[in-house]
């Protein structure tokens, strides 16, 4: 049967304790890059063996090798300190500080392309890969301007390298890419007017409108309150002052954040004013930072209520976030994310059949 309602994961799963043990040796020269790497292998193979058993037709590499779904291009480069940049404050008051650029020029130093092409050789499944938006790596350049380097080059250069990891992942075998924009509802907690919102959406539509002709279309943003060690960053943001915004941007799949939603209902029927064309809204029927398992049974409920307003040819499900953005994060098991990822390609399947 034609699947009517697609079914995507967002990216990340939490990594195993054999990894970040292995991380952290290599951190410390107890281990060689080839025995890191090797690790990374393993992972990678074993979480795409796990994706493959709860049924979802779209799988991705669990993002095992990247150090965050936010820092993945900049790690390791040498005009880049760890710290200095974005300081983000989660709920439960822990902190996340991101990396500042220190010279230019700027320049990827791994492309998400490689994460597709390792998968590659672990699966015939189509993959999904999630890429970092330009607007959360503005925020690596400084207040303070850098000498012979001026924002305006800054900017360029990002738009380029960050159309250029989106089209790479394309070409590299990726079914879909994903955009992760969690930081859209972020801008507006750090800017209530909206004047901030409103330059992360203009800058990511100058990437967009770099893509290829045919690109575009198998490209998405994903718009989240953060997840991260079962916690929230913009958790008290109002999804009425982000969505209006976050529908500006040029591209035809969006995922949305509803399951973990103090009114979820409320946040369908905002969606549902922007349901046009071939328009794919991708709502979120499973909550990555509640240790309660979804069952299929309620995801199916969940599914159900989403088709009451918004249309089946535009309508999609996803987890609200991925299990594990940051590689630290072990709040959630394996286990209980992919029995999660299980419940949603189950209950959407179970959805479908009623709705049909």
């Known amino acids: 049967m034609t699947s009517t309602i697609p079914t995507e994961p967002i990216g990340s799963i939490p990594r195993p304790s054999e990894l970040l043990q292995a991380v952290r040796d290599h951190a410390v020269g107890k281990i060689s890059l080839h025995t890191l790497e090797a690790a990374y292998d393993l992972a990678i193979e074993e979480t795409i063996r796990q994706f493959e058993a709860t049924g979802s037709p779209i799988i991705t590499d669990g993002e095992q090798s990247k150090p965050s779904f936010a820092t993945y291009p900049v790690a390791g480069g040498r005009n880049i300190v760890e710290s200095g940049g974005l300081v983000v404050t989660f ?197 990555p930072i509640n240790n309660e398992q979804e069952t299929p049974e309620v995801v199916e409920r969940r599914v159900i209520k989403a088709a009451k307003l918004i249309d089946l040819k535009n309508l999609g499900t996803t987890d609200d976030c991925g299990f594990a953005p940051f590689g630290d994060d072990t709040s959630t098991t394996r286990e209980l994310a992919f029995a999660k990822i299980h419940a949603r390609v189950e209950g959407t399947r179970r959805a479908e059949r009623k709705l049909r």
């Open 91 to 287: 709920s439960d008051r822990h902190v996340r500080t991101f990396p500042k650029l220190t010279s230019g020029p700027f320049r990827y130093q791994q492309y998400a392309s490689d994460y597709v092409k390792k998968a590659r050789g672990f699966t015939s499944l189509p993959l999904k890969q999630a890429v970092i938006s330009a607007s959360l790596l503005s925020t690596l350049y400084p207040e303070k301007s850098i000498h012979g380097y001026s924002r305006e080059a800054f900017t360029e250069d990002l738009i380029q390298e960050v159309a250029k990891d989106i089209s790479g992942s394309l070409t590299a075998g990726a079914e879909v890419v994903q955009v992760d924009f969690t930081e859209a509802p972020l801008a507006r907690k750090l800017d209530p007017s909206g004047k901030l919102l409103k330059e992360f959406v203009a800058i990511n539509n100058e990437v967009f409108s770099r893509l290829r002709p045919g690109e575009r279309e198998r490209v998405g943003v994903h718009v989240c309150k953060g997840g991260d060690w079962d916690s929230t960053h913009s958790g008290e943001v109002d999804y009425a002052k982000v969505i209006p915004e976050v529908f500006e941007l040029r591209v035809p799949r969006f995922y949305f954040a509803i399951a973990g939603e103090a009114d979820p209902d409320r946040t369908l029927k905002l969606l549902a004013d922007y349901v046009e064309g071939r328009r794919k809204i991708f709502v979120g029927v499973t909550d």
